[in-house]
């Protein structure tokens, strides 16, 4: 069982670093208004690819995620032809997640090393969308 103690939308501690998924998976929750994406400590080295030119994150979800392997995607928006891109299941939620409508919405997202030690905060758009990969920037107007 992961255990997580929460202040607002800070992380205060958790056992999830502790366990075997916490080593080789990322999870991924919310609490108070704000996204949190927990990198297992083998991610710790592609935080750089994660964060260099991100502008924002795309944070993509399908209607029925618990009929399919493939239920998230987080995708580091850089502009680029080959931004970083995470895809997990919803196993990989730790509580209850935004439900995502067709019209993007703005949240905040922080990312989470082993301590927990908070490394950013970034700007993220969760939307829903009909299948996964979607691996689609947002369209701003």
């Given amino acids: 069982m992961i255990n997580i103690v929460n202040n607002?939308?800070?992380l205060v501690s958790t056992n999830y670093w502790d366990t075997k998924f916490?080593?080789?998976?990322?999870?991924?929750?919310?609490?108070?208004?704000t996204m949190r994406l927990l990198l297992s400590t083998n991610?710790?080295?592609?935080?750089?690819?994660?964060?260099?030119?991100?502008?924002?994150?795309?944070v993509s979800t399908i209607?029925?995620?618990?009929?399919?392997?493939?239920?998230?995607?987080?995708?580091?928006?850089?502009?680029?032809?080959?931004?970083?891109v995470?895809?997990?299941?919803?196993?990989?939620?730790?509580?209850l997640f935004p439900k995502a409508d067709p019209t993007p919405v703005e949240r905040p997202l922080t990312l989470w090393?082993?301590?927990?030690?908070k490394v950013a905060t970034l700007r993220a758009f969760i939307r829903r969308v009909p299948?996964?990969?979607?691996?689609?920037?947002l369209r701003f107007r």
Avoid: T
């Avoid at 919803?90 to 509580?95: H, K, M």
């Avoid at 090393?113 to 030690?117: F, N």
């Avoid at 299948?131 to 920037?137: G, H, M, Q, S, V």
């Fill in 8 to 10: 607002g939308p800070e």
């Fill in 63 to 84: 209607p029925d995620p618990a009929e399919r392997n493939l239920s998230i995607e987080f995708l580091f928006e850089d502009h680029s032809n080959s931004p970083f």
């Fill in 43 to 58: 991610l710790e080295g592609d935080i750089y690819g994660m964060l260099e030119g991100c502008d924002y994150v795309v």
């Fill in 131 to 137: 299948r996964l990969p979607w691996l689609k920037p």
């Fill in 22 to 33: 916490g080593s080789s998976h990322f999870a991924f929750g919310a609490n108070a208004g």
């Fill in 86 to 95: 995470l895809h997990s299941c919803a196993g990989a939620a730790l509580g």
């Fill in 113 to 117: 090393v082993k301590g927990p030690r």
